[in-house]
């Protein structure tokens, strides 16, 4: 058994997170070739990685401050670089419970909040040329805050200072910004994901970016600098692993099929 059941066009499978997929339904449609299941909707190209080149910048539109200390933020990324660069900004130079600026500096990322002059900082070895898995997470109740790479932890208990900061950007808006591929982002605003940056192009036009498949809004880059650029189409398979934890569509999608007439 498939482990699909439903009828028309829809049906459902209860898969289990970090598992593969499995066995996805065979679909067919009239005049058209199925290219591969996405979790994006029709209009968008699910693909690897958005890269960036030190001089873009992508405004999630979520501010941290409305979470009152207690968020978390999840990258997927891989870098070449070893100059210093912001993978994530929020704000510089006021003392803040919802700053969240990690930045790269040779082979360490460093997660910090506070001030420039008195920042409260962990910071953790990050491999370049290979791809990282990050997680910072913030709990203001217990004062507590960690920074996770590749399974490796560090942690601090300093106190929290509330200060409202400007939204979550993937790389600094004007300055050391990040050169690199983003495979994934997730935000989680008190326990409830609140962003999952999905990287794509956008079919209308051809622009790279994120399509954000919580709120259903479309991101790409807010700097003068030049387009951001995609990788290779990425299509969901029974091989691939489950990486939403929440009940979640995965979309058909399609393109014309062509005749040639004799």
Not at 70 to 90: A, C, G, L, P, Q
Not at 98 to 114: K, M
Not at 188 to 215: E, M, Q
């Amino acid at each position: 058994s498939t482990g699909w059941s439903g009828t028309g066009n829809s049906a459902t499978k209860n898969v289990t997170y970090d598992s593969a997929y499995g066995t996805l339904p065979t679909v067919t449609k009239t005049g058209y070739t199925f290219l591969g299941w996405s979790l994006l909707p029709e209009g968008y190209t699910q693909v690897e990685y958005i890269t960036f080149t030190g001089e873009q910048t992508v405004d999630t539109g979520v501010s941290l401050s409305s979470y009152n200390g207690n968020y978390s933020i999840e990258v997927t990324e891989k870098h070449t670089s070893t100059s210093h660069m912001y993978i994530v900004f929020t704000s510089a130079n006021t003392s803040v419970e919802s700053r969240a600026n990690l930045r790269i500096t040779g082979d360490n990322i460093s997660s910090f909040v506070g001030s420039d002059t008195d920042p409260d900082i962990m910071s953790l070895p990050i491999s370049i040329g290979e791809i990282n898995n990050i997680k910072f997470d913030a709990n203001s109740a217990n004062s507590y805050r960690s920074l996770v790479v590749n399974g490796n932890v560090t942690y601090s208990n300093d106190p929290f200072i509330s200060q409202p900061v400007p939204n979550v950007r993937i790389s600094h808006a004007q300055s050391q910004m990040y050169s690199g591929n983003i495979y994934d982002l997730k935000i989680y605003g008190n326990g409830t994901l609140v962003r999952h940056l999905i990287p794509c192009t956008r079919n209308s036009d051809g622009k790279a970016g994120f399509y954000d498949i919580v709120g259903g809004s479309f991101y790409s880059n807010a700097a003068t600098g030049t387009d951001l650029t995609a990788g290779s189409a990425a299509y969901i398979t029974a091989s691939t692993a489950v990486k939403e934890d929440r009940n979640h569509t995965i979309y058909a999608h399609w393109t014309p099929s062509t005749y040639t007439l004799t």
